[in-house]
């Protein structure tokens, strides 16, 4: 049973900054991160594999940074200059090579005044 604990979600003010994190019970190549706000369909924010090779979505370039930590099977999302439209439920979301996908339960970003 492959476990997938996330932290690090919250209020934020816009322009501040948050960072996720996700620890697997065991390796993946592919470790990542989705966003589903309301009313609108899960997207991919960013992923990186265990050679280092990342992905981004075009809204989040420059701005967010993902990392992992191969010992550790975690993987990490600092979130800068937050936006309000960055608000969403986060999923850790782990592969290997794009198949056996694996979820965590999701983490609430709120980005707000």
């Known amino acids: 049973q492959v476990q997938l604990v996330e932290s690090g979600g919250g209020l934020v003010q816009p322009g501040g900054s948050l960072r996720l994190s996700c620890a697997a019970s065991v390796g993946f190549d592919s470790m990542g991160w989705y966003r589903q706000a309301p009313g609108k369909e899960r997207e991919l924010v960013a992923s990186i594999t265990t050679g280092g090779r990342t992905n981004y979505a075009d809204s989040v370039k420059g701005r967010f940074t993902i990392s992992r930590d191969n010992a550790k099977n975690t993987v990490y999302l600092q979130m800068n200059s937050l936006m309000s439209e960055d608000t969403a439920v986060y999923y850790c979301?782990?592969?290997?090579?794009?198949?056996?996908?694996?979820w965590g339960k999701g983490t609430l970003v709120t980005v707000s005044s």
């Open positions: 979301n782990v592969n290997n090579y794009g198949i056996m996908h694996y």
